[in-house]
């Protein structure tokens, strides 16, 4: 049996690698999974509105430091980090869960329509898909120097932050979105989006296509009763949260899974031009350089 180790984060990002290796997916292909936890953000420290005041990799150590081998997260972030790697991390192939995120307000708040989020604090975790999703969405409606994101990490801290009213509005994915439904907050705008995966460079060619496998697997099986595996999501919370929730309360159509598939060239430019319009991803940043094309074409 062949052992691998993978970040995990979000539950909700990490879920057909969970069900791929609890229902005995990965044994199939001979593979034992080892998911090292990501750490989390300090919740005594000081709001932070610049991300360049935030470590691109603050949440993905364990990779960075040679403690994992493959991690996901949103294709934004992926870029960045696969551009910043010290260790030769690179993209592999984009990921099975695509993301989704809304942005809340509190039920009593005078918000009620993206516009008045003009120059309002938007509680998020910088370098990952929360910021990048508030970027694209609000574009639309605003300037973009009346977009106010502020980094607060982990989506419990950014919960929390909302219903203490530190903050105007939050960024939530699962199972926080349906934890802050449940307790009154309005969405006001969401949005999907695709997250990618990257592979340590020791990893080989069969070894991906052997993680795929399962994991495509673990996607039909989710998919086809999502009901079943919400448990996961709601085990996920911390304790003094997790009986706010029911499994009734989440909205199923929000977990969408998909098989993992190459990353396209041109999703890749569009992608990288949009974060350098930002300033969120340098010039030099480009596929041929960080995207394994040998792992994308098989």
Known sequence: ?????????QVVFNLPWLVAEDEGLFAKEGIEVEFVRSPGWDATRPVITDPVQVDPFWRHKPFEESAAEFFNACE???IRRSNDSEVGGRIVMLR???GNQVIFVRGDSPITHPQMLRDKAIAVNFHAGSHYL????????MARDEIKPVHLGQARLRYQALMDGTVDAATLMEPYTALAE???CRPII???????????PDVDEETNQAINRAVCAAVDRIN???????????DDLPDDLRGLVRPSDFRLARLHYVHPRPYPEDEFERTRRWMLSWGL????ACYEDLVDTKIAAG
């Open 1 to 9: 049996m062949k052992k691998i180790t993978s970040e995990y984060s």
């Open 76 to 78: 934004w972030g992926q």
């Open 96 to 98: 099975a869960a695509m």
């Open 134 to 141: 508030t970027l694209q969405l609000l574009e639309g409606f």
């Open 182 to 184: 449940s307790q009154g």
């Open 190 to 200: 969401e949005g999907y989006y695709a997250g990618s995966a990257i592979s340590a």
């Open 224 to 234: 086809a009763d999502k009901g079943r595996y919400v448990r996961y999501l709601i």
């Open 281 to 284: 991803v340098p010039e030099s």
